[in-house]
């Protein structure tokens, strides 16, 4: 069993930055790939960013793509999703995820879910 929770949300300006966080819990985290998620308001959920067990293969997706950075600290089981120059359109509920591939989470198959964060870009 793995549990995941979330933390470093909040409302921040456009062209702003936010570290969100993802903290695992559990004998075997350190051993999955994570995402992070996001979903608007009416809106599919999107899986956005990935990193492998060992921190040496990550994706993100275009729109993501250099403005997010994801790492992870194995010795502190934390997940990091670096946030910068946010854009409205950013706006979403944030959740990480857990799974053994990076495929399952592309497929929204993850075998755990954080309860997520909310980021609010003001324009």
């Known amino acids: 069993q793995v549990q995941l929770v979330e933390s470093g949300g909040g409302l921040v300006q456009a062209g702003g930055s936010l570290r969100l966080s993802c903290a695992a819990s559990g004998r075997t985290s350190s051993s999955y790939t994570i995402g992070w998620f996001r979903q608007a308001p009416g809106k599919e959920r999107d899986f956005i960013a990935s990193?492998?067990?060992?921190?040496?293969?990550?994706w993100r997706e275009d729109s993501v793509k250099g403005r997010f950075t994801i790492s992870r600290d194995n010795a502190k089981n934390t997940v990091y999703l670096q946030m910068n120059s946010l854009k409205p359109d950013d706006t979403a509920l944030y959740y990480c995820?857990?799974?053994?591939?990076?495929?399952?989470?592309?497929?929204?198959?993850?075998?755990?879910w954080g309860q997520g964060t909310q980021v609010t870009v003001s324009s």
């Open positions: 990193i492998s067990w060992s921190g040496s293969t990550t």
């Open positions: 995820a857990a799974a053994l591939t990076h495929y399952k989470l592309g497929q929204l198959r993850a075998d755990y």
